[in-house]
Nanobody, 120 residues
Framework: QVQLVESGGGLVQPGGSLRLSCAASGTIFSINAMGWYRQAPGKERELVATIIGGGRTNYADSVKGRFTISRDVAKNTVFLQMNSLKPEDTAVYYC??????????????WGQGTLVTISS
């Protein structure tokens, strides 16, 4: 019943930009946190950016100044604007929503992942 649908991944050349979206199908009563993670081949999944319930944001050092996380609470959607992309940004990106859902209660939900490839 509660699903996260990701979109926006693709192939981009170095220096380019990409905007990821993650829309939740369920109705959220309150948000603990929304975030983006990524996993590159052969590496552990790592935190990229989070936006907590009060609106504060946090970023991994590797993406500070280049990535921006934002949300549209009314649409249960979280975004990741990625600029100045580098080959090392290549990974599968996963969104995550930790929230109190109206019908499902407290759940931490993961998206299925969207592939971002940075290559010339």
């Amino acid at each position: 019943q509660v699903q996260l649908v990701e979109s926006g991944g693709g192939l981009v050349q170095p220096g380019g930009s990409l905007r990821l979206s993650c829309a939740a199908s369920g109705t959220i009563f309150s948000i603990n946190a929304m975030g983006w993670y990524r996993q590159a081949p052969g590496k552990e999944r790592e935190l990229v950016a989070t936006i907590i319930g009060g609106g504060r944001t946090n970023y991994a050092d590797s993406v500070k100044g280049r990535f921006t996380i934002s949300r549209d609470v009314a649409k249960n959607t979280v975004f990741l604007q990625m600029n100045s992309l580098k080959p090392e940004d290549t990974a599968v990106y996963y969104c995550n929503v930790d929230a109190l859902w109206v019908r499902a209660g407290h759940l931490e939900v993961w998206g299925q992942g969207t592939l971002v490839t940075i290559s010339s």
